[in-house]
């Protein structure tokens, strides 16, 4: 029997908000179980605490948005990409801003801290959300349609396509998949990191978002061309990211699924 997961010890750490633009701290604390993921704003006062699952979604533009009345938490999907990839099912989450730090834009250093807090066995049985018949959402049509899929298997695989029509990102796969029976979530996907246009930086910030944002967090391209010096991790990087922020939002329905997800172009 697969037995629930939390942290053994508390770690902290502290980085800019992608969007935001604030600094802020966030610690990680080892919960009970059957607790699940809560977040807490400990910079109000008193204290809001958001539970991690559908029904606290307040929002999907350019990033997953946790909400309880007028209080948010932002740009959840990394982290919870990372708590998912490690299969952590309890675990207290504090933030000293409304935006988790975005730090290097994927989720390999949430990975670290998770790791370096050490990982802990409960005496809970695991639970799983099995998907019983396939469904499927669409927006737009012909060349703009975009789509996700969810279909029943005994097990959790990923499937995504992009298509982008810029040469930096079609000279790289447009399509890719991740079974967590098999694949390693650390190896082939933690590490892939958000990407986005230099063209569309202006009217980002001028809109309230990307203020964060820089090449040391960002996959950052041009007309043409990748400009972070360091290149790409994965020759496969920008669908491999999008695998990688699938994984976070689905993980907001509460617990890991029994499932086929199969993606077209689709965002949060």
Same mark, same amino acid.
């Given at each position: 029997?697969?037995?629930?997961?939390? #942290?053994?010890? +508390?770690?902290?750490?502290?980085?800019?908000?992608?969007? +935001? *633009?604030?600094?802020?701290?966030?610690? !990680?604390?080892?919960?009970?179980?059957?607790?699940?993921?809560?977040?807490?704003?400990?910079?109000?006062?008193? @204290?809001?605490?958001?539970?991690? &699952?559908?029904?606290?979604?307040?929002?999907? @533009?350019?990033?997953?948005?946790?909400?309880?009345?007028?209080?948010?938490? /932002?740009?959840?999907?990394?982290?919870? /990409?990372?708590?998912?990839?490690?299969? %952590?099912?309890? #675990?207290?989450?504090?933030?000293?801003? =409304?935006?988790?730090?975005?730090?290097?834009?994927?989720?390999?250093?949430?990975?670290?801290?998770?790791? +370096?807090?050490?990982?802990?066995?409960?005496?809970?049985?695991?639970?799983? !959300?099995?998907?019983?018949?396939? %469904?499927?959402?669409? =927006?737009? /049509?012909?060349? &703009?349609?975009?789509?996700?899929?969810? =279909?029943?298997?005994?097990?959790?695989?990923?499937?995504? /396509? #992009?298509?982008?029509?810029?040469?930096? #990102?079609?000279?790289?796969?447009?399509?890719?998949?991740?079974?967590?029976?098999?694949?390693?979530?650390?190896?082939?996907?933690?590490?892939?990191?958000?990407? *986005?246009?230099?063209?569309?930086?202006?009217?980002?910030?001028?809109?309230?978002?990307?203020?964060?944002?820089?090449? &040391?967090?960002?996959?950052?391209?041009?007309?043409?061309?990748?400009?972070?010096?360091? *290149?790409?991790?994965?020759?496969?990087?920008?669908?491999?990211?999008?695998?990688? &922020?699938?994984?976070?939002? !689905?993980?907001?329905?509460?617990?890991? !699924?029994?499932?086929?997800?199969?993606?077209?172009?689709?965002?949060?």
């Amino acid at each position: 029997m697969l037995k629930q997961r939390t #942290i053994a010890q +508390s770690v902290s750490t502290k980085g800019v908000g992608l969007h +935001s *633009g604030r600094m802020v701290e966030l610690s !990680l604390r080892p919960a009970a179980p059957n607790t699940g993921i809560v977040f807490h704003r400990v910079d109000l006062d008193p @204290v809001v605490s958001i539970p991690a &699952d559908a029904f606290s979604v307040g929002g999907t @533009v350019m990033a997953s948005v946790l909400q309880k009345g007028s209080v948010v938490v /932002s740009t959840v999907e990394h982290l919870m /990409s990372a708590l998912a990839g490690l299969g %952590i099912d309890n #675990i207290h989450i504090d933030l000293t801003a =409304e935006e988790v730090p975005i730090m290097d834009g994927s989720a390999g250093t949430f990975v670290y801290l998770l790791r +370096s807090a050490g990982l802990q066995q409960q005496e809970a049985p695991k639970k799983f !959300l099995r998907v019983l018949k396939p %469904i499927q959402v669409e =927006e737009g /049509s012909g060349e &703009d349609r975009k789509w996700a899929r969810l =279909e029943p298997y005994e097990g959790f695989v990923l499937q995504f /396509s #992009i298509d982008f029509e810029h040469p930096a #990102i079609n000279a790289t796969a447009n399509f890719a998949e991740v079974d967590f029976g098999k694949d390693s979530y650390i190896k082939t996907v933690a590490r892939a990191r958000t990407f *986005g246009f230099a063209t569309d930086v202006e009217a980002m910030r001028a809109a309230g978002l990307a203020r964060g944002g820089s090449l &040391d967090n960002a996959i950052v391209m041009d007309e043409y061309r990748v400009l972070n010096a360091d *290149g790409l991790r994965y020759e496969d990087e920008f669908v491999k990211h999008k695998i990688l &922020d699938a994984i976070g939002d !689905l993980y907001l329905i509460g617990h890991p !699924l029994l499932a086929r997800y199969v993606a077209c172009k689709s965002g949060h």
